[in-house]
Nanobody, 116 residues
Framework: QVQLVESGGGLVQPGGSLRLSCVAS????????MYWYRQAAGKERELVAS????????NYADSMKGRVTISRDNAKNTVYLQMSSLKPEDTAVYYC?????????WGQGTQVTVSS
């Protein structure tokens, strides 16, 4: 059974930091590129960050470039999203996604709320 389970979300003050984690199971994690998306209330889902299967290439949304880092530990089947200097407009549900060009898997999301 394929699962992507996100954790690490919560309430944080503006300027704060959070690290999201996504643990994968049920597929060969190391062969998948991994993505973090987010969806704010009333808005479309948008890509935040991505990393290729071997971790050699990363990409970031312009809105978060310089404030976010994606990383992965293939031995732990886990992908991370380190976020800093958070702003209220970063408030959203953050989703983990795995894709290998054929199969596409999603987690259930974790809520991040940036508010004072």
């Amino acid at each position: 059974q394929v699962q992507l389970v996100e954790s690490g979300g919560g309430l944080v003050q503006p300027g704060g930091s959070l690290r999201l984690s996504c643990v994968a199971s049920g597929f060969t994690f190391s062969r998948y590129s991994m993505y973090w998306y987010r969806q704010a209330a009333g808005k479309e889902r948008e890509l935040v960050a991505s990393m290729t299967s071997a971790g050699g290439t990363t990409n970031y949304a312009d809105s978060m470039k310089g404030r976010v880092t994606i990383s992965r530990d293939n031995a732990k089947n886990t992908v991370y999203l380190q976020m800093s200097s958070l702003k209220p407009e970063d408030t959203a549900v953050y989703y983990c996604n795995a894709w290998n060009g054929f199969f596409n898997y999603w987690g259930q999301g974790t809520q991040v709320t940036v508010s004072s």
